[in-house]
């Protein structure tokens, strides 16, 4: 369901249910409830658009890509490579990643997130082939007491809600500077 509100006495799109993909938190006073709507002044436990840097030039409700994640990655002193986020507890939550071939084929597999591979099972065998990054900060979610970072697989779009200290030092510029005063 479409989330509505007025922004320069136009109606705008802020959301979709509770994920407000194109409204900041920061600018959720820029706009006036529509009723039939959730009202983005006073509502909590909305996931709020992250602000990134290179979109400060772009009014509420006109973010064109809607569902934008933030990798998250860290690389200590004296370290060769970066290091993605991890978190082995959420193999516990597993999401759904649909496959497809060319030839028509067509398979569900449950996704750990990049956290373990499948059971190498009969028929199926699995590898990584360049095994990629697979958690993003995708939004922030107020609640009555505080603000929390809330990430995401990218592959299957599994969330979880985490603390700042899980979470900056995983960012990195101004959009972590921006997001610090949460913490």
């Not at 320069?8 to 006073?29: A, F, H, P, W």
């Not at 060769?80 to 028509?104: M, N, R, V, W």
């Not at 591979?117 to 505080?146: C, H, Q, R, V």
């Amino acid at each position: 369901m479409g989330e509505y509100a007025k922004y320069n006495n136009q109606d705008v799109k802020i959301g979709t249910c509770e994920s407000m993909y194109y409204l900041r938190y920061e600018d959720r006073m820029k706009v006036s409830p529509v009723h039939g709507s959730v009202n983005p002044r006073t509502e909590t436990g909305l996931f709020w658009r992250l602000p990134y840097p290179d979109e400060d030039n772009v009014n509420p409700g006109n973010y064109e890509v809607y569902n934008r994640s933030e990798r998250l990655w860290k690389k200590e002193e004296g370290d060769k490579y970066a290091a993605d986020f991890s978190d082995p507890e959420t193999i516990e939550c597993p999401g759904t990643i649909q496959l497809t071939h060319p030839s028509g084929l067509l398979v569900n597999v449950p996704c750990y997130h990049g956290e373990k591979l499948l059971e190498n099972t009969g028929d199926i065998k699995t590898f990584w082939n360049g095994k990629s990054w697979s958690y993003g900060l995708a939004f922030i979610k107020n609640t009555p007491d505080e603000v929390y970072p809330v990430v995401k697989c990218r592959h299957c779009g599994n969330m979880w809600r985490y603390t700042w200290d899980d979470i900056l030092p995983y960012l990195h510029g101004e959009l972590k500077a921006r997001l610090e005063k949460y913490a």
